[in-house]
């Protein structure tokens, strides 16, 4: 096991900035334990909603307080929509999170869709999209409506994005619409398969139901905005539910699209960090461009005696995550022309 880092004694070195919280795919449901859909993983459905708290009293409790926790995406499990505890396991999730003394940013997973509709998300406690930041006279980088993300700057001089990885997807929107037409049609273009949740046989396991996509138009606005981050010299760290770097995650977890994103990012020099969950596994790589990407291990396969989630700790040239339980530690050096 590798040796724990520790932020206090890393403060001498570089200069310590802020720092956040980061957890991922905690999948709440009142449930007994079960086990993921190949049978390998043991999934704790009621002790993850105990891991969140556990979390949140540690954040809360930490000697420099997080700026702000992000939250990576299926907060309550699909199975909720089975029971009919949807909104049951939601409410007792939202108010766990209440008990956070900091600002709380969700994004969206697959298995918020498998329980609610878009229109219901965007209704939602689960929407933080009050909490973003705009830049004046850039209309430009004001995101659509049409997908859920936005951009805020926690810290002067570091810009956010959380980004909306079910715009192209089948889960969620109204099967009438000309959307779903689309992506169905995306998807099935991919994979042959009867159950489109299977990637047997495929050449990008990636096409899978559970899976989504990015919009042109949503890359495009990210393209504005990581745009006027380069021109204001800030460092950019995106937040998705899905990963995007076949390094740091297995292929059947990617986005659909995940190629049209890393070009996107990959013609900018400002962001240095890209984080996910989805995965469960977790995964970390640094790209050839020099962006991290961190997948998170998720809470719902954490023992009783384990835990899943970290701090990361944001100095002046790198960022330092120290991980709880399953979360390993990381060190995250910004490339060298992002060192001023
Ligand atoms: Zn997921």
Known sequence: MAEKLDPETMRDSSEWLFSFGVIADIQYADLEDGYNYQGSRRRYYRQSLLHLTGAIEEWNKESSMPCCVLQLGDVIDGYNAQYKTSEKSLERVMNTFQMLKVP?????????????????????????????????????????????????????????ILLDSYDLSILGIDQSSPKYQQCMKILREHNPNKELNSPKGLFEPQFVQFNGGF?????????????????????????????????????????????????????????????????????????????????????????????????????????????RGRVPDRIMNYKKELLV
């Open 104 to 160: 709380v940013h969700h994004t969206w997973g697959n298995h918020e869709f498998y329980n609610f509709s878009r229109d219901y998300l965007i209704n939602s406690k689960l929407n933080t999209k009050f909490l973003e930041d705009r830049i004046a006279h850039h209309p430009e980088t004001v995101p659509s409506e049409n997908y859920y993300a936005y951009h805020f700057v926690p810290f002067p001089k570091f810009r956010f």
């Open 215 to 323: 919009s042109q138009e949503q890359l495009n606005w990210l393209n504005d905005v990581l745009t006027f981050s380069d021109t204001n010299q800030e460092k950019v760290v995106i937040v998705s539910h899905i990963p995007i770097y076949p390094e740091a995650s297995d292929t059947v977890c990617l986005a659909w699209n995940y190629r049209d994103a890393l070009a996107v990012i990959w013609s900018h020099k400002c962001v240095v960090c890209f984080i996910a969950g989805h995965t469960h596994d977790g995964g970390y790589s640094e790209d050839p461009f020099g962006v991290h990407h961190l997948d998170l291990e998720g809470v719902i396969e954490a023992a009783p005696d384990s835990q899943a989630f970290g701090t990361v700790h944001v100095y002046s040239d790198k960022m330092m995550l120290k991980g």
